[in-house]
């Protein structure tokens, strides 16, 4: 069974810090990887997609790596704003299912 | 992403009525979702559609329902609400790249 662990479970930084936000997945039998963004009471935002066969994608300060031998993925993110805080979440698509399985999320406080 | 829209937005209902929550996309996609988001489980997925009248269950689908007549349209029906039903209800549609977009959400309170 596929599980996806997000280590922290929330993170501090002080404005203009560049940080990782990790992802770990069990089985590296995906289609893809997707990382979203969801702000408090609100829905998921699709943020970066990274197909299996590609190493990372990148939109505007966000960077997102995929190592899928080592059932891994970061998402950095430049020059922190207090906008970007939200709760960060990546989910993997199963091979063969067409399912998401989610991580728990790491919630991201930028502190002006 | 505006073309998936989600109604109620919120509801609150008494313990054994039925619900029924509506997902409406503009989108066409072919693939649609119902999941369901609770503290210190995440999202998990209850059913989801890859196709008008073609639906299967997910991880937590004991109690619900779905039915998709069109392509538009994804409804969940709770057959006699809980209290552990109580909830968070966001839809999604998948396109052709495999990405998923999601609805706003129903924020569903049984008492």
């Known amino acids: 069974k596929q599980e996806v662990t997000q280590i922290p479970a929330a993170l501090s930084v002080p404005e203009g810090e560049n940080l990782v936000l990790n992802c770990s997945f069990t089985?590296?039998?995906?289609?893809?990887l997707q990382w979203f963004r969801q702000d408090p009471g609100k829905g998921l935002t699709s943020l970066l997609l990274?197909?299996?066969?590609?190493r990372e994608q990148t939109s505007g300060r966000l960077n997102a790596s995929l190592d899928k031998s080592s059932g891994r993925s970061t998402l950095y993110i430049a020059a922190s704003q207090p906008g970007d805080s939200a709760t960060y979440l990546c989910?993997?698509?199963?091979?063969?299912?067409?399912?998401?399985?989610f991580g728990q999320g790491t919630r991201l406080t930028i502190n002006p | 992403d505006a073309g998936i829209t989600q109604s109620p937005r919120h509801k609150v209902t008494e313990t054994g009525t039925p619900v029924t929550l509506r997902c409406h996309q503009t989108?066409?996609?072919?693939?649609m979702y119902w999941y369901r988001q609770d503290p210190g489980h995440g999202l998990r997925l209850i059913h989801y559609?890859?196709?008008?009248?073609?639906?299967d269950k997910g991880e937590v689908s004991d109690g619900y329902s779905v039915s998709r007549s069109k392509t538009e349209d994804f409804l969940l029906t709770l057959e006699s609400a809980t209290s552990s039903q109580t909830s968070v209800y966001f839809c999604?549609?998948?396109?052709?790249?495999?990405?998923?977009?999601f609805g706003p959400g129903t924020r569903l309170t049984v008492t």
């Open positions: 989910a993997v698509l199963i091979q063969g299912a067409q399912k998401l399985v």
């Open positions: 089985d590296s039998a995906i289609y893809n």
């Open positions: 990274i197909q299996s066969s590609q």
């Open positions: 989108e066409n996609h072919r693939y």
């Open positions: 559609s890859y196709g008008v009248k073609d639906t």
């Open positions: 999604a549609g998948q396109d052709r790249g495999n990405e998923q977009y």
